[in-house]
Nanobody, 122 residues
Framework: QVQLVESGGGLVQAGGSLRLSCAAS????????MAWFRQAPGKERVFVAD????????SYADSVKGRFTISRDNAKNTVYLQMNSLKPEDTAHYYC???????????????WGQGTQVTVSS
């Protein structure tokens, strides 16, 4: 079992930046691949980015490539999402997720956080 707590959301103007953090507790964080998803009002939750257990592999949704960067610090049990050049369409509730499988974490992860709201004004 792993518990995930997101932070760092807020209100930002278009073109601005935010960094989301997800702190993990419970079983060994370094044994989990991690991912970020987001859900906009009235829409389904969708994949944003993921990272392998040691951080060697990452992948991104096309909509955020070149603007968002996922990273992790296994010593701090934390995964980050640096979001630059934010657009109003990035407005959503952002969720952190974990799974022992890098293949699975971006599809159907076992563990979810409660999420943090990001609002981008135009």
């Amino acid at each position: 079992q792993v518990q995930l707590v997101e932070s760092g959301g807020g209100l930002v103007q278009a073109g601005g930046s935010l960094r989301l953090s997800c702190a993990a507790s419970g079983r060994a964080f370094s044994g989990y691949a991690m991912a970020w998803f987001r859900q906009a009002p009235g829409k389904e939750r969708v994949f944003v980015a993921d990272i392998s257990v040691r951080g060697a592999s990452t992948s991104y949704a096309d909509s955020v490539k070149g603007r968002f960067t996922i990273s992790r610090d296994n010593a701090k049990n934390t995964v980050y999402l640096q979001m630059n050049s934010l657009k109003p369409e990035d407005t959503a509730h952002y969720y952190c997720a974990a799974d022992p499988s890098y293949v699975g974490v971006g599809v159907n992860p076992n563990y979810w956080g409660q999420g943090t709201q990001v609002t981008v004004s135009s």
